[in-house]
């Protein structure tokens, strides 16, 4: 069983303008990462379909979706919120990311794949039931959970979410849906200034200081997400791969290395072994420091890989 590595060239096409830090240089770093440490040749590659409407639907409002559709410009930018922006060709870079993580959890889970990890943008977990936000327009790991529960009929499906930014789209997609686990850490104060104080029974939210260590998210991950994943025995993980938290991404103020981030993909490794299979699906969300971002993907592949 090999990783599976997933991206369309679409994802490059999204642009918010040069004032905004989500940037096609960011799918570039991590490829380019992938092949100096000789990691991409041991990959599966696959490109990304685009999602359906149907797809969309099992998480995103009608409305919202046409409004997205409708609005997606001919020329120049438009603004759907503060932050998020598209351009001629956003839409199909959205519409792609979403498709990478419907193809990941097929893959894994009709056993062509162990894993996959998907190189993609625009990010999508601050991407509401009915709103853009945070530079993302549709929920990309969201749709996977839903396209899991649905069309393989899982009952437990876990979303493991390491991005310095709390994923407010996921839990408000998920927060009264008991057959998926969302397990987060998170600074805090800090955008989107969620999550503090809303989780329950499946929605683990550790939020951190600014300036917390690696010692510190390893202590949160070992004593709050593991136990909750162990009792959950979730039949399938996805993880929401935001390296935003690395100590070099002036974007996050959190101290996170690329230890750490191999780290805690060994320990979503060891549940997915004993509850899932092995099935773990990995889409990029954060992380805008390049450098720091090739390696810190780069590290969480090799363990997706056994590398």
Request: hydrophobic share 45%; glycine share 8%; net charge negative.
């Amino acid at each position: 069983m090999h990783t599976a590595y997933i991206t369309h060239p679409a994802c490059l096409g999204h642009d918010m303008g040069a004032i905004f830090p989500e940037e096609a240089a960011r799918i570039h770093a991590i490829h380019d990462q992938l092949i100096a440490s000789g990691v991409l040749d041991h990959l599966l590659p696959f490109e990304a379909k685009p999602a359906s409407r149907e797809q969309l639907l099992r998480v995103h409002a009608s409305e919202y979706i046409e409004r997205v559709f409708a609005l997606s410009p001919a020329a120049g930018f438009v603004e759907l919120d503060g932050d998020t922006r598209m351009n001629p060709h956003s839409l199909q870079a959205a519409l792609h990311a979403a498709g990478a993580v419907v193809l990941g959890v097929d893959l894994v889970m009709t056993g062509h794949a162990q894993n996959a990890f998907c190189n993609i943008r625009p990010p999508g977990h601050h991407a509401g039931r009915a709103s853009a936000s945070g530079f993302c327009l549709f929920n990309n790991i969201a749709i996977g959970a839903a396209h899991a529960l649905q069309h393989h009929g899982l009952q437990r499906v876990a979303i493991a979410d390491f991005d310095v930014h709390h994923g407010n789209g996921t839990e408000e997609i998920f927060h009264d849906d008991p057959r998926v686990m969302l397990c987060s850490t998170f600074r805090h104060p800090y955008y989107p200034y969620s999550g503090a104080d809303s989780g329950n029974a499946h929605i683990i939210n550790v939020p951190l200081a600014a300036g917390c260590s690696g010692a510190e998210f390893r202590a949160a991950v070992s004593e709050h997400w593991l136990p909750a994943l162990e009792r959950f025995r979730p039949e399938l993980i996805l993880i929401s791969a935001g390296f935003d938290a690395h100590r070099e991404d002036d974007m996050g103020g959190l101290a996170l290395q690329e230890a750490d981030y191999r780290w805690v993909t060994e320990a979503l490794k060891t549940l997915a072994d004993a509850h899932a299979g092995g099935r773990i699906v990995s889409a990029l969300e954060g992380g805008y420091a390049l450098s720091a971002l090739g390696r810190s993907a780069v590290a969480h592949i090799k363990s997706l890989a056994d590398l």
